[in-house]
């Protein structure tokens, strides 16, 4: 099966940082680009990054563009979502995302709630 696991959220302060972390089994990672997306409460979900499958192409959204960077670690079939001077609105549910073969796998997301 599919499985794609988020973690590393929590409460941080404006300004400050964390990095997200999904961890992937089930289909040869190696081959295939990973994407995070966010959903705020209220919000329609939005595209925040995604990685190529060997790590030399990556996209950002403007919102975090300069901020946030993504990267992976095939070995360990795990990408990475650092995430820098963080913002109120940056306040949402980060999911990780791959498409297989026409179908979309979403991983159980982690909160990041930016707030003093």
């Known amino acids: 099966d599919v499985q794609l696991q988020a973690s590393g959220g929590g409460l941080v302060q404006p300004g400050g940082s964390t990095r997200l972390s999904c961890a992937a089994s089930g289909f040869i990672f190696d081959d295939y680009a990973i994407g995070w997306f966010r959903q705020a409460a209220g919000k329609d979900p939005e595209g925040v990054s995604c990685?190529?499958?060997?790590?030399?192409?990556?996209y950002y959204a403007d919102s975090v563009k300069g901020r946030f960077t993504i990267s992976r670690d095939n070995a360990k079939r795990t990408v990475y979502l650092q995430m820098n001077s963080l913002k109120p609105e940056d306040t949402a549910v980060y999911y990780c995302?791959?498409?297989?073969?026409?179908?979309?796998?979403w991983g159980k997301g982690t909160l990041v709630t930016v707030s003093s």
């Open positions: 995302n791959v498409g297989l073969r026409g179908t979309n796998y």
């Open positions: 990685i190529g499958s060997s790590g030399e192409k990556t």
